[in-house]
């Protein structure tokens, strides 16, 4: 692994960066591909204004890639229109290229399990119409794979949190800045179920290691982070962190429909309420057997995030 291959990340959101750190950290050649310039990027990374949607100019701006990562967003009232053709991007530039795309995916695509751990050989039964798009496009990639027209990798996180993750979250700002404030958490659902969330440097780790290591391809995989518990015993660990306890305001389906007609997001938050209804687990013991235990534990992960946002809210 060294300069002479090239991987180019797609996409600079709050995932799309930390691959970013952590591709670089590990001595690999990095080019981002956004419409937008990311903040600062680390040493060691480039970046090219591409609209990925466009086939053409997102296989441009991979050339010489070895590995092409897929971690690409669209807004969430839109997804269904929006999300398929920057994905469809994506694809053409590892066809066009020959590089191994990695494509990072959540868990709509499966549907409700009935509070059965996911697990990577789990139909994709949603119904839902973002889990449907999504399976759809996960459908698009197996069919490119199966066609020899592309190698690819996937891996699946949860509802993820961190450093640097206010928006597009259940664990967001409206959980980690209202504990700070001393406000209390929104929260959608049961909080005394079993829930997974994923914590953005393990998904990125785990993502660099899909792209680095040939026993990842060909595969799904669910991605490592901290241990599962329930919603009320992770903010009890916020709750350590901010030195108070912290409180959960619940938010009905009801609720967030109200809410839904003044905000698009919380709108479409809605139909994917049942995750919150039932234990939601998401089982990465396939990925820790071939690749190695590799979540952080959860009380450091909320560590860390509390420290990012008490730094953001000092230097604001």
């Given at each position: 692994?060294g300069q002479?291959q090239?991987?180019?990340v797609?996409g600079?959101g709050?995932v799309?960066k930390a691959l970013?750190t952590?591709?670089?950290?590990?001595g690999?050649?990095v080019r981002?591909?956004?419409r937008?310039r990311p903040?600062?990027?680390?040493?060691g990374?480039?970046?090219?204004?591409v609209?990925?949607a466009?086939?053409?100019?997102a296989a441009d701006?991979?050339?010489g890639?070895?590995?092409?990562?897929?971690?690409?967003?669209?807004?969430y009232?839109q997804w269904?229109?929006?999300?398929p053709?920057?994905?469809?991007?994506?694809?053409?530039?590892?066809e066009?290229?020959?590089?191994?795309?990695v494509?990072?995916?959540?868990v709509y695509?499966?549907g409700?399990t009935g509070?059965r751990?996911?697990?990577?050989?789990?139909?994709?039964?949603?119904t839902?119409?973002?889990?449907?798009?999504?399976a759809a496009?996960?459908?698009?990639?197996?069919?490119?794979a199966?066609?020899s027209?592309?190698?690819?990798?996937?891996?699946r996180?949860?509802?993820?949190?961190?450093?640097?993750?206010?928006?597009?979250s259940?664990l967001g700002?409206?959980?980690f800045?209202?504990?700070?404030?001393s406000?209390r958490?929104d929260?959608?659902g049961?909080p005394?179920?079993?829930h997974?969330y994923?914590?953005?440097?393990?998904i990125?780790?785990?993502l660099a290691?899909?792209?680095?290591?040939d026993r990842a391809?060909g595969e799904?995989w669910?991605?490592?982070?901290p241990?599962?518990?329930?919603?009320?015993?992770l903010?009890?660990?916020v709750?350590?962190?901010?030195g108070?306890?912290v409180?959960?305001?619940?938010?009905?389906?009801?609720a967030?429909?109200?809410l839904?007609?003044?905000n698009p997001?919380?709108r479409?938050?809605?139909e994917?309420?049942y995750q919150?209804?039932?234990?939601?687990?998401?089982d990465?013991?396939?990925y820790?057997a071939?690749?190695?235990?590799a979540g952080?534990?959860?009380?450091e992960?909320?560590?860390?995030?509390?420290?990012?946002y008490r730094?953001?809210?000092?230097t604001?």
């Amino acid at each position: 692994m060294g300069q002479d291959q090239l991987h180019v990340v797609f996409g600079t959101g709050q995932v799309g960066k930390a691959l970013v750190t952590r591709l670089t950290a590990l001595g690999v050649a990095v080019r981002t591909v956004s419409r937008h310039r990311p903040d600062a990027l680390p040493s060691g990374a480039d970046w090219q204004p591409v609209d990925v949607a466009d086939p053409e100019a997102a296989a441009d701006a991979a050339k010489g890639a070895s590995v092409v990562y897929q971690c690409l967003s669209a807004p969430y009232s839109q997804w269904p229109e929006r999300f398929p053709p920057l994905q469809r991007g994506a694809l053409a530039a590892a066809e066009r290229t020959g590089a191994l795309l990695v494509s990072l995916e959540n868990v709509y695509g499966y549907g409700p399990t009935g509070g059965r751990p996911m697990t990577e050989d789990l139909p994709l039964a949603a119904t839902t119409v973002k889990g449907r798009t999504r399976a759809a496009m996960t459908g698009e990639l197996l069919a490119a794979a199966a066609a020899s027209r592309v190698r690819i990798a996937i891996g699946r996180a949860s509802d993820f949190f961190g450093p640097g993750v206010t928006q597009g979250s259940t664990l967001g700002e409206r959980v980690f800045g209202n504990a700070l404030d001393s406000r209390r958490a929104d929260f959608i659902g049961d909080p005394d179920l079993p829930h997974t969330y994923s914590y953005v440097p393990d998904i990125a780790a785990g993502l660099a290691t899909l792209g680095t290591d040939d026993r990842a391809v060909g595969e799904v995989w669910h991605l490592p982070g901290p241990e599962t518990v329930t919603t009320r015993a992770l903010l009890d660990l916020v709750g350590t962190e901010v030195g108070h306890p912290v409180a959960i305001r619940g938010l009905s389906k009801l609720a967030l429909r109200g809410l839904g007609l003044i905000n698009p997001t919380i709108r479409e938050l809605a139909e994917m309420a049942y995750q919150f209804d039932q234990p939601f687990i998401l089982d990465t013991s396939k990925y820790d057997a071939v690749f190695g235990a590799a979540g952080t534990p959860l009380p450091e992960a909320i560590a860390a995030t509390i420290a990012w946002y008490r730094n953001r809210v000092s230097t604001s």
